[in-house]
């Protein structure tokens, strides 16, 4: 079950994240599933970011259709851009699912993307703190303008309940 954690002082998330940006973070367990902790941290991201919930795909699919006319990047559009990549080919610059690769190393992958009303980043780390291995996903939102902070204030208790549910999904997975 996913609970809520703290940043490791060495996520490279670390080197993005301002004071002012929200931040949360999300950990589950990976006792028990073995291969996600030796897995490589693209394949890991891949099943943590493109987990498939129906209500998750029914709600992005809502909040693309009430952005859109905002002008605000849809799921949809950038999803678009997504390669069909196998995961292990994954770099700099491609996308798992609609989230932009911005950093990648042994242990975690930042990606995310950057609009008019906020820029977002997403780390999916895995580390063995005491002893007990995990894999956390943060979420670090700059927000640009009131648009920004609106669009946080109103999307925060679905983004949470979605965070949660992937990590669960992910570690749920059979293998």
């Known amino acids: 079950m996913a609970v809520t954690a703290s940043l ?3 996520s490279l998330l670390n080197t ?3 004071n002012s940006d929200y931040l949360d973070v999300f950990a589950v367990s990976l006792s028990g599933r073995s291969d996600l902790q030796t897995a490589d941290i693209r394949e890991l991201a891949t099943l943590v970011l493109t987990a498939d919930l129906p209500w998750v795909r029914r709600m992005m699919n809502l909040r693309d259709a009430i952005a859109r006319p905002f002008g605000l990047k849809t799921g949809i559009d ?18 798992i699912g609609f989230f932009r690769i911005y950093d990648v190393d042994a242990g975690e992958i930042i990606l995310g993307e ?6 977002f980043r997403v780390s999916i780390l895995r580390e063995n703190a005491s002893g007990e291995p995990r894999v956390l996903a943060a979420t670090c ?10 669009y946080l204030a109103l999307i925060l208790p679905f983004h ?9 999904q992910a570690v749920a997975e059979t293998t």
């Open 8 to 10: 490791p002082s060495h």
């Open 141 to 150: 939102c700059r927000r640009h303008n009131i648009a920004g902070h609106l």
């Open 160 to 168: 949470k309940r979605i965070v949660s549910a992937f990590l669960n």
């Open 16 to 18: 993005y994240r301002w």
């Open 114 to 119: 950057d609009d008019w009303h906020q820029d």
């Open 78 to 95: 950038l999803a678009a851009r997504s390669a069909q990549t196998h995961w292990s080919q994954l770099g700099v610059g491609d996308r």
